[in-house]
């Protein structure tokens, strides 16, 4: 024990040693950066480069640099080495500053900033496109094993609300280190660009870079401003419909069944959509789910369509855009009856309203009375005795005329009125 003390003694004593060594001697003066400059790289594309400055006190610790990103939008990062890339719009200008910084769980020591900037490129307000929008579509490839899924570009905008008719708009997009001219667009009423379409690309459907695209003009009359936007790969794929979509029913239950849409991400990476709508009754059913078949019980006494959509899991990317329902696929009963029995119903419907007709008419002309006369009964030979005479005069005493009217029992032939 009395040998171990003083090698214990020793070992703190080195350790005391060491730890003033990494901790920053408060005393110390940290210097800016000196250098600093920001170069334009690509389409929305910044190096950030500085050196350390060379009066800085060399000591055994560990210097490093905070970057903040003044505009267009403000951040900051820490850095221990002397550039840094950033991607970021730049038709607004851009500008960053930095400063050395020294710090450890006890202590923060900063230098001062030193700051550069990139200027907004030159064009006249109001000529610039607005509401630039793109989508991105993939399709399979036969011909090519080694990328077999392309991936095409579609975007449209508007003409700046101050641009001259003579404004002409050219687009360009920057995937990674690739960047491409727009050679297919479409056109305005003054043959102005305004849409631009890319039936193949070098973006990976897959990939988590950002998407650059730049718009930028001439005319005769001013100069016309660029623009340029940052679009994030989720945010604009649009996923096509799953394949092969079928449905069947056997008694009540209703299975349903689908293939993974045409895309690069493998089958695992998709939640889908199932649309059931009952339309005898009009109600609708939707259930989410990450598998590609679906089983519901139904009434087997209605008709069915039947759609599917799907979108990347969020396992396998951020959560993105859904894609288009399928085609609907009809199953089950027609509630319409066939062809026949809604012929043998209109045609009794139509011959009893020609006979009501028909009875109307002879009610009111008394056709029936003419068509078809009673039957005369037999005569009887038996005078009724009841006689009932009545006499009228013809304007004179001398001449009467005697009217005799024979009324019969009921029963009897009424006889024919005589006159004497």
Same mark, same amino acid.
């Given at each position: ?12 004593? #080195?350790?005391? /040693? $060491? @730890?003033? %060594? ?11 950066? &000196? ?29 490093e640099y905070q970057v903040k990103i003044n505009a267009p939008k403000e951040d900051d990062y820490e850095t221990r080495i002397t550039e840094s890339n950033c991607v970021t719009i730049l038709h607004q200008?851009?500008?960053?500053? #930095?400063?050395? /910084? $020294? @710090?450890? %769980? ?11 900037? &990139? ?197 396998c990317r951020e959560a993105g855009l859904w894609s288009e329902w399928s085609q609907p696929i009809y199953v089950g009963n027609d509630e319409q009856k066939p062809l026949r029995k809604w012929f043998l ?76």
């Amino acid at each position: 024990m009395i040998i171990m003390a003083p090698i214990l003694l020793i070992l703190l004593g #080195v350790t005391e /040693i $060491l @730890q003033a %060594d990494l901790l920053p001697d408060e005393k110390i003066s940290l210097l800016p950066p &000196v250098n600093f400059t920001i170069k334009v790289t690509g389409l929305a594309q910044v190096l950030l480069h500085w050196e350390p400055n060379p009066d800085q006190e060399q000591r055994n610790v560990n210097l490093e640099y905070q970057v903040k990103i003044n505009a267009p939008k403000e951040d900051d990062y820490e850095t221990r080495i002397t550039e840094s890339n950033c991607v970021t719009i730049l038709h607004q200008g851009f500008s960053a500053s #930095v400063r050395t /910084i $020294l @710090q450890n %769980d006890h202590s923060f020591l900063a230098s001062s900033w030193v700051s550069a900037q &990139v200027h907004a490129p030159p064009g006249s307000p109001g000529t610039s496109v607005v509401n630039l929008t793109c989508t991105t579509n993939t399709t399979a490839d036969n011909y090519s094993h080694l990328r077999p899924y392309q991936v095409s570009l579609h975007c449209t905008w508007l003409v700046g609300t101050d641009a001259p008719e003579d404004t002409q708009y050219f687009l360009y997009y920057r995937y990674g280190s690739w960047t491409e001219e727009c050679k297919e667009y479409s056109k305005d009423i003054l043959e102005r660009n305004i849409a631009c379409w890319f039936p193949r690309t070098f973006i990976h459907s897959r990939g988590r870079d950002w998407l650059v695209v730049l718009v930028n003009g001439s005319s005769k009359h001013t100069a016309i401003k660029p623009f340029d936007q940052l679009f994030a790969l989720h945010t604009i794929d649009q996923i096509n419909p799953p394949l092969n979509v079928t449905a069947e029913i056997e008694g009540t239950r209703l299975s349903i069944q689908w293939e993974k849409p045409v895309s690069a991400f493998p089958i695992h990476c998709f939640d889908y959509e199932v649309k059931i709508h009952n339309t005898r009754n009009g109600y609708l059913q939707i259930e989410k789910m990450m598998t590609n078949a679906f089983i519901s019980i139904i009434d087997d006494l209605s008709k069915y369509d039947v759609q599917v959509r799907a979108a990347v899991s969020s396992m396998c990317r951020e959560a993105g855009l859904w894609s288009e329902w399928s085609q609907p696929i009809y199953v089950g009963n027609d509630e319409q009856k066939p062809l026949r029995k809604w012929f043998l119903f209109v045609l009794m419907a139509t011959i009893c309203l020609i006979l009501l007709i028909l009875s109307l008419i002879c009610r009111i002309c008394h056709l029936w009375t003419k068509l078809f006369p009673p039957i005369p009964e037999p005569k009887s030979n038996i005078k009724d005795f009841f006689v009932t005479p009545n006499y009228e005069k013809a304007g004179s005493t001398e001449t009467e005329a005697e009217v005799i009217s024979y009324i019969e029992k009921p029963g009897v032939e009424t006889l024919e009125d005589s006159v004497f």
